[in-house]
């Protein structure tokens, strides 16, 4: 982080010392810089600020709730995402079909799909599909209904169904909360029907998170870590 990047969020830091919240497009007026400049020096500070339904607070402020901006999520742990996909990248066989779960971390997967295998996606996120799209050789089933801007993906009343319907050799996922005793979580209701027809239909389940997720706990939970096969992070998961 650079020393501009640090003045600012001190700033917003004393701005909110008292509790409260800003709006986005108010905290990057407090600072003279765009929202997109207070997203990218949020994305790459420690976690004291949280943007959440487009409004900064601390992360401390006993009343803010948990949530999820993508445009943030982005460009966090990018390196270590990178690295666990490459993990990911080395188990694929040609014909598979796959299920790429949404958000962020299985971005660098979608993206670096190799071109000399034919393989199915399934999918219900938007980002996904956009990425894969572009690869040769890759057949795209993309699950649509109402779009849900936050993550970028899709939820319909038929979406768990369609996805138990095809024969998935693998199902990639993740999670925003991996906790040993309260299991795998998201933040989004939305995201619940279709991870859990995934681990329910595919013959090898696996879990691909980075370790800043381990510990937490999020408000959707889909599933317990015995549903899961194979867990690719960068330490392991606490018993």
Known sequence: MNERSAARLARLQQALAEGGSLRLAEAAALCGVSAMTIRRDLAGADDALVLIGGHLMRADDPRQVPGYDLAVQRDRHAEAKRRLCERALATLEEGDTL?????????????????????????????????????????????GGVYHGSSRSFSSDDMAETIRSFGLNKAFLSAAGVHPRQGLSCFHFHEVAPKQAAIATAQRRVLVVDASKQGQVRPARFAGLEDIDEVITEEPVAE
């Open 99 to 143: 299920f790429i779960d949404c958000g962020t971390t299985l971005m660098p997967l979608a993206l670096s799909l190799p071109e000399d295998l034919s393989l199915t996606v399934v999918t219900y996120a938007l980002n996904v599909a956009e990425a894969v799209s572009a690869r040769p050789g890759v057949r795209l089933w993309l699950l």
